[in-house]
């Protein structure tokens, strides 16, 4: 998969995590209006910023670690493991959601199922910056 790819995807699934957050709003019957517009603008705040975070590290290393072979070399393996962590990582995650909402009945957690494809999806970013190298 291309960054191309990637962007577009993350675009994709950020649209669907808009609408399944606004959603939420009507669902969410147990908890007054305030603190379900906290809980849209947390859910789509934790999508972007998972996914800008895992795929900025990218950008932000090479500076440091172009100064030598010894940086590149174990600082390329060092975010390759977190690259890896952060895609299993979302797995595991998808895995709570779904656990935590089927066994306590509330079924309107399941509207922030888009997280960890934020997460994934920078993660999986950053993992294709290192592969160019």
């Known amino acids: 998969m291309t960054n191309l790819n990637i962007k577009k995807y993350y675009k994709i699934i950020g649209y669907i995590n808009l609408v399944l957050s606004i959603l939420s709003l009507f669902f969410m019957r147990e908890n007054d209006w305030q603190e379900r517009i906290i809980a849209v603008v947390g859910i789509n705040m934790a999508y972007h910023m998972l996914y800008l975070f895992y795929s900025s590290i990218y950008i932000s290393s090479t500076k440091m670690r172009n100064n030598n072979n010894f940086n590149k070399s174990v600082g390329g393996i060092m975010l390759g493991l977190f690259a890896m962590f952060g895609m ?46």
């Open 88 to 133: 299993f990582g979302s797995f595991f995650l998808i895995y709570i959601f779904i656990y935590s909402a089927f066994s306590s009945n509330e079924y309107y957690r399941l509207f922030t199922m888009c997280i960890p494809f934020g997460l994934f999806l920078g993660a999986y970013s950053l993992w294709s910056d290192l592969k160019k190298e």
